[in-house]
């Protein structure tokens, strides 16, 4: 599945954002064997919202659950991007360096 960035979509910006820290989320599995990520809150860095690519305990994706959520959306974001190093890695040679967690940056739009 890809993923689709929308650069004039709030939430898309902050789902960018929040994959960027991925390095700061917990995971897991749940019992379906789906992976399951602690993604923490940005307003509160010490609460942390349970996601997977498709659900949220988040307020906005229980008022709203019929779209993603920021914290879904960078949950989508980052396992995508997880795939492509791994798909580009088995084509690079062995002395490549590793890439590592939370390669991201936001870089701020100017007109």
């Given at each position: ?9 709030p ?17 897991g599995?749940n ?8 993604v923490?809150?940005q ?63 936001v ?5």
């Amino acid at each position: 599945m890809s993923v689709t960035i929308n650069a004039d979509d709030p939430r898309t910006i902050r789902a960018i954002e929040i994959a960027a820290e991925a390095d700061h989320w917990l995971s897991g599995r749940n019992p379906q064997g789906e992976d399951v990520f602690g993604v923490p809150s940005q307003h509160d860095p010490r609460h942390y919202y349970i996601v997977t690519r498709a659900t949220c305990d988040c307020p906005d994706f229980r008022n709203h659950g019929s779209e993603p959520c920021k914290h879904v959306l960078a949950v989508r974001l980052h396992e995508e991007l997880l795939r492509a190093e791994r798909s580009g890695s088995s084509r690079q040679p062995a002395t490549a360096p590793a890439r590592r967690r939370g390669h991201l940056s936001v870089v701020p739009h100017t007109s």
